[in-house]
């Protein structure tokens, strides 16, 4: 080695230990961000298989530990103890971790090393004593459910069977799997092969349901399992499975795909889904099945033996999985021309049958304009979205190379997909030379599906505003002429065209595109159509995108809400589950309860713009907020919060941020909470939370918070949802948050945080404390108030008052905030003040490091509010109490003299005071810090 390579090590060496300390002196003060950040720092600086390594790698599993990271702590403390094998700190750690892994064997066997290596060690004795426990029980349960699982296969599979019994059987693999090493033990007895035996002669529905829940389960969380699974039914048994016309079929399939999905990935359920991220490494090693997964999704998507809904299936998969962050299928799809197969199914029509036709349902286009949209999401650098681009003019160039009728109607139905979906590129091969031309051409023909095709394609391209003064100049007339068409799917379609035209001046009552009186004409169309009991599903649902548009009028949403018969059947679709009539229901009740994002005009720049002679926005009269809230009330009353709940199951992000809106304007109605409450709001709510765009969790956080304030919360939020719903409300305490959205969450978390404790304790561990106290130093007075107000009812935690105790400025904030002008917040400080007293002497003793205290205790002693003194005197009654040393601070001041005025007062209202007061002076007495009346009597005689 040359003395400059030594000279490197030394400085390496130097700088690994200096990072290692300050690592320790970070996990000391519980920093263990920071701490780990140090550790993985010095790592890069160590050298292979070095003693140093060996307790770095120690040190980064301590803090996995305390981070409840216990995979990471089990892989750091293998690599320690490849370097320094039976190192006993090494293994008393991977024994923690593997123990809360619930891996107890595991952790047993290292248990055992270290006390054989060191039978003095009296902290591993009773976690061997424990561990031994566990796994002899675990031994015993394994035996029972090995008899167990004979038993069940005696039933499950013989053919022969009652089938009652053989059903019960099936039906208990599931909950089998999840007891112990049940899959494992299932596993190994051969329940995958018996059950792909099985599937090829079983009728019964039920018991075809079970095998494929039972496979959905041995895959949960495991790739190994899934892995053995695999290597018995191999990857297209998969799609096998999922082809099917039966929906529960169908679900249960697709659910079991993309556990298997996960488990190859490595992506774990969480509650927050940007928390589910694949393990690089488990995506690395089964790389190959994965890849196989998609090719086979890929074929499965236009092959013409899938039934339709399994092809939705098919690409809500895809639409699923194309993350950048999960498994990235977007870029490996448009690197392998998979774009183009979706681009086969988004330009099928229903209607149009050939011999090459692949079934596909209502929803199909929805779903595949979803999943091109979320693709085109993920191209996150420019050569992907050329490439994105490069496979849709392909299918766009391969349909137009061939003179067909066929191949022309393919491609406009292709560009209505894509305008529906990544709107941009649709835009941008619309835009070329001839395409706007075709469509009109084939609007104008006389061959009724060209016109149904074109007419699609027209209220899709209508949603830019500079493309529908193109559309209203050229377009207009040819849809007023195909509205006289004898077909009521041209007419319906002409109808939604001429709506979305007619409202192309939004919420703006100054703008009207054509002649008064014309879009209240239209909208009794759309509601003629919607309401007419002979008129199909796919008529309905067209008649709702109508009103979709007109909606943004006021005058039609007054008339709607007054038509009960169309509010009723636009709510009955909504329960339909067809995909594609989601935006037309939900758009038209955002448009009901005015729940769309409104521009603040200030009126400063409605005299700048009358000056400068720009168009100013007029509001309509009947958009005042008393007129809202009736129409809220109308269709509550008539089942919104049921539709919604239903609408609620869709794929799309921006149709579930409208849904969470409109149940936020719903919320803010205090009368119309219970309603919502009872129809399952808060289950859908929740969900909502968890996934989606950044406003859709927002308002869906939002009404959450709404329906906690004026409730009971063990009524709003019963069960385990009191739990649930604490992240949710957290998060809205985010600077980037409005007050409104701030100050309705406090008010939840105050109801929330006053139910138990362990409601408090995942307050606190969710991060709370820190936010709540941002909350408590905002300048705006109810903000304060309310945030001052939780605190209050979460100091009833030890874990809060631990926190006070601490080494900073808590109680000086508390003491000062119990000055504030606000009465009510006044209140809530010395609320806390009592209540800290009460529990600890370190609070009662930190009061006295406030400069101001003997002020304050003035102020609060001498407030008229009843509320406030009595808090007050608890104060001086818990500090007097707690020592003697602190009872002499107060009675040496004029505090003494107060308390003896208190005990004179006759007042019923302020008896309670009036007792307090003289438990105080009891104290006082008892300290000895000053006399009763007779010994004062004797020292006179004294004297």
Known sequence: MSAKDLISDKSNEKQSTELKDEGNLAFKNNDLDH?????????????????????????????????????????????SLEIVPDDP????????????LGRFEEAYRDAKLIFKLDPSNKIIQPILSRLHAIVEQRAHENTRTENKVQQMFRYAFNLEEDKEKRIKAITNFVPLCKEGKGSELLIEAGVVNKISQLLKVEKNHEIILGCIRTISQLCFNSAKNTKKVIEVLGIPWFLDILNSNNEEQVYAAQYTIQEVLNSLAGIEKKKEKSEEKPNPKLLEENKAEIDTLLTCLLYGCTSRSVSGLARDAIIQLISRNVHYQYINWAEQLVKIKGLQRLMEVASELKEYKYESSMEITDSTRKFTSICLARIYENMYYDELRTKYMENIDDFIKGKLITPELESKIRVVVAITTLLLGPMEIGNNILSREGMMEMVLVMANSDDILQQKVACECIIAVASKKEKVKTIVSQGADILKKLYQSKDLGIRVRALVGLCKLGSSGGTDASIRPFADGATTRLAEACIKFLVSKSKDQETRRWAAEGLSYLTLDADV????????????ALFDLAKSGNEAAVYGVVT??????????????????????????HHIPQEHELDDPDFVAQRCIVIVKEGAVSALVSLA???????????????????????????????????????MTYAGTEKGIRSASQALARLGITMDPAV???????MEVVRPLLALLHPECNALENLEALLALCNLAFMNESVRTLIIKEGGIPKIEGMMYEDHEMLRRAATQVMTNMVISPKVVELFEGNNDKIKFMVLLCGE??????????????????????????????????????????HPNVDIQQRAVVIVN??????????????ETDIMEILMAFTLIDDEEKQKVREIAQEALDAAKHWKVIKSRDEAVDDDDDD
């Open 716 to 722: 709003a939020f019963p069960g385990q949802r009191c």
């Open 588 to 613: 038209t009740l955002v448009n009901i309860v005015n729940a769309y994002d409104k521009q603040e005009v200030l009126p400063e720049l409605v005299e700048l713009a009358k000056f400068a002679k």
């Open 35 to 79: 701490a780990l950040d140090c550790y993985l720092s010095a790592l890069k600086l160590t050298s292979d298989f070095s003693n140093e390594r060996s307790v770095l790698l120690k040190n980064c599993a301590a803090v996995h530990l305390k981070q409840s990271n216990y995979s990471r702590a089990v892989e750091d403390c293998d690599k």
């Open 649 to 687: 199951k869709t794929e799309s992000d921006s149709s579930k941020e409208m849904i969470a809106r409109v149940f936020n304007t719903l919320a803010s109605q205090v009368d119309l909470r219970g309603i919502m409450v009872q129809q399952g709001a808060v289950k859908t709510l929740l969900k």
């Open 821 to 862: 002008e606000d009465e009510e917040t006044m209140k809530a400080a010395s609320g806390a003040l009592a209540m800290l007293t009460s529990a600890s002497k370190k609070c009662c003793k930190k009061i006295f490091d406030v400069e101001s205290w003997l002020e304050m205790f003035h102020m609060i002693l001498g």
């Open 878 to 891: 818990n500090i007097i109490s707690v020592s003697k040393e602190l009872a002499e601070k107060i009675i």
């Open 557 to 568: 949403k007054e008339k709607l809400v007054n038509e009960k018969p169309a509010i009723r």
């Open 89 to 100: 700190k090494a293994l008393y750690r991977r024994c923690q971790a593997l123990e809360n």
